[in-house]
């Protein structure tokens, strides 16, 4: 079971077609719309249908969050069995939903409740559960595949003799719970009579724009301060950079803590009236307030009740308490004076539509039936005069636009004939000896992979030891020994003989002597063994095993040579090595084999950082997969990254993996010192 954020997912292994898969637990969203990654294909199978819950699948499996994530648990009665409901969901209004689901798990006695529970909702957390886990993290980190909370869930599962996993119901019916209960502890608010709560989002505006929300509430808060002069307003929810209208009090937040959840609750309480665009913002004013009004636009008619909690038993009640004003996609359509004559009629009329629609009124019960009066309707003003939008002048424009224009103009390098001594961008030297080689070191301050070389070399501090295994003409090589420093070793495979002269003449332009040179191919297992080699300017794509490959539309002929050759288990037992703090392989498809001979090494975890190359395009050669190396690593403790714009990122493999990426797997000590890098 993989618990990685909002989905709890199954892996295994199907016992008739021997694939591996990944699938969703009957929970949440994974209860109506389960989803399946075949983790051998890379196919995604998705029965109901929903792809805005399936299409998530495999890019957060490939590339997961490593990033650190703030987790409390607050063991309050221990328990051997236990339920498990867990609320995260990037959409705080589908954490609020499942959380609805704990009281009815309460009422069981044969086992204790732990609720994963986002810290936005801390608050509304009921007495008696048995263990309360809350996760310190802005909702939108829950989207992705979160490595740190899937290992420390699993360390919290392992205390319990028995677990069980709750439903979490996504949409719980109003039977099934009650909301006054989450929030008995909070008193209501009424700063105004009527008093009327604004529940906005930054993200949902009401019109177009901006300016046009701040144009729509300005003539609402008018036209009914015009009928309701002692009317007071209250704007709360996530967010704070869309401008309001004087006379509203903004207690709005862009990061709430619990205290402004409870003065928002409280306010909501006292409401006599809520207003809000339609999503997550409205459910709990819907259930809390005396009466909604919810804008909702076209796009998301067929989510209409979805952001509503229901408190009313009574449906007519209920239906005279949440009013639904449908709208374009905009919402441009939606004129102040329309959502205001609306507001007036409940706010004028709610009492009266009680007692005349519910109760004795309505044949509900015996008794005299009251005498119930209409109030005269409001009269109507006129709407404010809009204000003009704002707009950059033409010359701004022009000169943001010849900005960018001088940004793309790029410079022709002045390349040296070869052979040619050139130093890149961290200092080293290398001699060059074709105009290709040169042309690609200019344009890239350096090596094609410098990206990768500076964030080994970050891995790594003085007296520490490195091994490079097909070292080719030393990139790798000269950092890592520069790194490691005076007191510290790199030993260098590289059997190619061509390729070994110029890892010994970029030693000698850089002045290293703390480089050891081997000659042996490494493997997984020792002897003799062909090494097939493609002719000069190629040299970097010489294996172990012979593959057609084909350059510029021409077919590059194989040529094989008997090369020497260990494994890493027994060198490092030959040269005395008790640790390597870095193991860097480029050995073109090879490096399955590589890592078979260093299982003894790998397994006692005496390898801290693992940088290879992976594609399936290479390994197949050699009957090896990418996603088999990267869990192997994985298994093995060694935490699997890529570089991306000098950042390390999460990465994994679902299916067949063409690309190539070189792989950085890392230990929680490796991953440590480079945890700045780590995004």
């Not at 402004?260 to 307030?289: C, F, K, Q, T, Y």
């Not at 009313?312 to 102040?336: C, F, I, M, Q, S």
């Not at 939008?389 to 793309?408: F, M």
């Not at 097939?532 to 077919?555: I, K």
Request: glycine share 10%.
């Amino acid at each position: 079971m993989r618990l990685p954020g909002w989905r709890m997912l199954l892996d295994g292994t199907c016992d008739e077609c021997g694939h591996r898969y990944l699938q969703d637990l009957p929970s949440g969203h994974g209860l109506v719309y389960p989803s399946t990654l075949d983790l051998d294909t890379g196919d995604v199978f998705d029965e109901a249908g929903a792809t805005w819950f399936s299409t998530w699948l495999r890019p957060a499996w490939e590339e997961p969050d490593a990033r650190p994530v703030a987790v409390d648990v607050a063991v309050i009665e221990p328990r051997d069995r236990v339920v498990l409901l867990n609320c995260l969901d990037p959409i705080y209004g589908h954490s609020l939903l499942k959380l609805l689901n704990v009281q009815h798990e309460l009422e069981r006695d044969d086992a204790g409740v732990v609720v994963v529970i986002p810290a936005s909702l801390r608050v509304l957390l009921p007495a008696g559960v048995a263990e309360a886990w809350t996760v310190y993290e802005r909702p939108a980190r829950f989207r992705g595949w979160l490595l740190e909370l899937e290992e420390r869930f699993g360390r919290e599962l392992g205390r319990f003799e028995q677990c069980e996993l709750s439903p979490a119901y996504p949409h719980p019916h109003p039977s099934t719970y009650d909301l006054d209960a989450l929030v008995s502890g909070i008193e209501a608010e009424r700063p105004g009579d009527p008093s009327i709560v604004l529940s906005l989002r930054d993200d949902r505006l009401w019109g177009r724009d901006a300016q046009a929300q701040l144009r729509n509430v300005a003539g609402l808060c008018e036209l009914v301060t015009a009928s309701f002069p002692g009317a007071a307003f209250t704007a709360v929810g996530v967010g704070s950079e869309v401008p309001l209208p004087q006379g509203v009090s903004d207690l709005r937040s862009p990061a709430p803590g619990e205290e402004d959840e409870r003065r928002w609750l409280a306010l909501m309480r006292g409401a006599e009236l809520v207003l809000g665009v339609h999503g997550s913002n409205i459910l709990l004013p819907s259930g809390l307030a005396a009466a909604t009004i919810e804008l909702i636009s076209e796009e998301r008619y067929g989510n209409v009740f979805q952001g509503t909690l229901l408190a009313e038993t009574d449906p007519v009640a209920a239906l005279g308490a949440h009013r639904v004003v449908y709208g374009d996609a905009e919402l441009t359509d939606v004129a102040p004076e329309r959502v205001a004559a609306l507001a007036a009629s409940i706010l004028r009329e709610g009492d009266r539509f009680r007692r005349l629609m519910t109760g004795p009124a309505a044949g509900q019960t015996g008794g005299p039936v009251p005498i119930v009066a209409s109030p005269p309707p409001p009269s109507p003003r006129p709407p404010p005069e809009p204000e003009p939008r704002w707009r950059p002048s033409p010359a701004r424009v022009l000169r943001r636009a010849a900005a960018a224009a001088a940004e793309r103009i790029a410079r022709t390098p002045d390349l040296p004939r070869p052979p040619a001594v050139l130093t890149d961008r961290r200092g080293f030297r290398f001699e060059l000896e074709t105009a290709d080689e040169i042309d690609g070191f200019k344009r890239g301050g350096g090596h094609f992979e410098a990206e990768e070389i500076e964030l080994a070399a970050r891995l790594l501090a003085p007296g520490m030891v490195a091994v490079d295994v097909g070292a080719n003409i030393g990139a790798f090589t000269a950092a890592l020994a520069a790194a490691v420093g005076p007191g510290g070793t790199v030993h260098a495979f590289e059997p190619l003989l061509a390729s070994r002269k110029r890892l010994a003449r970029t030693l000698e332009l850089n002045g290293l002597t703390n480089v050891t040179v081997d000659g042996r191919a490494v493997t997984h297992e020792p002897g003799t063994a062909e090494l097939f080699q493609y002719g000069p300017g190629f040299e970097s794509w010489a294996t172990l095993a012979a593959r057609q490959l084909e350059h510029e539309g021409r077919v590059l002929e194989a040529t094989p040579t008997p090369v020497a050759t260990t494994t890493l288990d027994d060198y490092a037992g030959e040269a005395g090595i008790a640790r390597i703090d870095l193991l860097k392989i480029d050995v073109e498809g090879a490096e399955e084999r590589v890592l078979r001979g260093a299982r003894r090494l790998l397994d006692e975890r005496r390898v801290a950082a693992v940088v290879l190359e992976v594609s399936d395009n290479t390994l197949e050669a050699f009957g090896a997969r990418a996603i088999d190396v990267v869990e192997l690593l994985e298994r093995l403790g060694l935490r699997p990254f890529v570089a991306c714009d000098g950042r390390l990122r999460g990465f994994r493999v679902a299916g067949v993996y063409r690309e190539l990426a070189n792989v950085f797997a890392l230990s929680a000590e490796a991953r440590e010192r480079v945890a700045e890098a780590i995004g």
